[in-house]
Structures are given as structure tokens and as C-alpha cells.
Antibody, heavy 122, light 106 residues
């Protein structure tokens, strides 16, 4: 059974870059036909998909977050990461990593990490 | 983008009650809809995909229905473990979530 665990600083200053890592156990980010996602839950927008990495499909991110988001995978293939630049108070919330699969037209998020709280404050 | 609207926002119920949550899409999404359950301090848990397909291990008291723009999640007999917040998610075009429905003790 795959398990995911987010890690990273719990607090970021406004205008700085948020960096989070998701460690995967019981599976590899390069095995199977899965998509490795970042999703957040904020007071303002609720649950919001941020972006994904897929071993053969590369990366994709929310058009609403645009170029602020980058998702990458570690060369050891045991974890993947999120970078979100120029953070504001609106980016505060709980950040989840999740493994998803493509059901014909889009992604379903089947396995989630427990989440990590991010505070944006100077 | 496709907006997902859930009703009600909060639902008060008792153990044993039949509970129905509605999710409406701003445009047709066929049957490309999932439901999740989230308990306080925990990550969402996938319950249903393709509007009505129960995930393995999900009790048969849960059922999903609908197509197009209107969908329902029904719990036929509410159990103590079912008090939680429920979210719908469309995956017809990108993927967006509803705002959630909290099922609380009456």
C-alpha cells in the first residue's frame, strides 16, 4: 500500500518561495500509470489542485497559478517536490500530496498524504 | 472553468438517518464525478468515482447517482463514523472540487 508524507517549512514570508517535498513509500513515482499531485486546502478557495508530475507525461499545473508553480521529481525517484513562488496570504493553508490516476477524461485522487500546514507571515 | 456547487453546506442528522447531498456542475460533466469524505485534521478519502462506482472498502450504505449536471451522494443509514465533510470533484475538464457539505450531529 503506497504511503505519502509531506514535509517542508511550516511558515513562509510573503513574496518568498514555498518549497515542499512528498516522500513516497510502498511505491515509486516512476512505476505504474500514476500521477503525483499537489493539492491544497485554503480558507478562501477550499480544495484546489495545484499540479502534477507524471513519469511519461511530464508536469502540468493549474492555469490559475500559472508560472508560480513548478513540480519536480527527485532523481532517486522516491520523492517529488513543489515550488510555489511569490507567496501571499492567499496561499496559506494545508498542502497535500496525492497519487492519482487518469479515468478517461481526468484525474481522481486515490491516495493522499496527511497534509502539512503552511502559514504565510512575516 | 467548471464550477461545482454543493447543497446543503451543513446537514444536521442522527444515527440511522438517510442523508442525501447534492452536487451541481455549471456545465455537463457526463458521469465524471468523484466523492470524497474528509474528517477533521485528516486528508480527504476517495469514496466514489464515475458518479456511482464505490471504491473498495467503502460501506454499501454509501451510494452515488446522477449524470450531466446534477449528482447525489446518499448515505442510506448514517453511522457514527460517517459524520464528516463530503466533497464532490469533477474530472471532465481539468478537476475542480465543490465547497463541501458538513454532516453534523443533530
Amino acid at each position: 500500500q503506497v504511503q505519502l508524507q509531506e514535509s517542508g517549512p511550516g511558515q513562509v514570508k510573503p513574496s518568498e518561495t514555498l518549497s515542499l517535498t512528498c516522500t513516497v513509500s510502498g511505491g515509486s513515482v516512476t512505476s505504474g500509470n500514476y500521477f503525483w499531485n499537489w493539492i491544497r486546502q485554503t480558507p478562501g478557495k477550499g480544495l484546489e489542485w495545484i499540479g502534477y508530475f507524471h513519469d511519461s507525461g511530464g508536469t502540468n499545473s493549474s492555469p490559475y497559478l500559472g508560472s508560480r508553480v513548478s513540480v519536480s521529481v527527485d532523481t532517486s525517484k522516491s520523492h517529488f517536490s513543489l515550488r510555489l513562488t511569490s507567496v501571499t496570504a492567499a496561499d496559506a493553508g494545508v498542502y497535500y500530496c496525492a497519487r492519482g490516476y487518469y479515468d478517461v477524461t481526468g484525474l481522481i485522487f486515490q491516495h493522499w498524504g496527511p497534509g502539512t500546514q503552511v502559514i504565510v507571515s512575516s | 472553468d467548471i464550477q461545482m456547487t454543493q447543497a446543503p453546506s451543513t446537514l444536521s442528522a442522527s444515527v440511522g438517518d438517510r442523508v442525501t447531498i447534492t452536487c451541481r456542475a455549471s456545465q455537463s460533466i457526463s458521469r465524471w464525478l468523484a466523492w470524497y469524505q474528509q474528517k477533521p485534521g485528516k486528508a480527504p478519502k476517495l469514496l466514489i468515482s464515475r458518479a456511482s462506482n464505490l471504491e473498495s472498502g467503502v460501506p454499501s450504505t454509501f451510494s452515488g447517482n446522477g449524470s450531466g449536471t446534477e449528482f447525489t451522494l446518499t448515505i442510506s443509514s448514517l453511522q457514527p463514523d460517517d459524520f464528516a465533510t463530503y466533497y464532490c470533484q469533477q474530472y471532465n475538464t481539468y478537476w475542480t472540487f465543490g465547497q463541501g457539505t458538513k454532516v453534523e450531529f443533530k
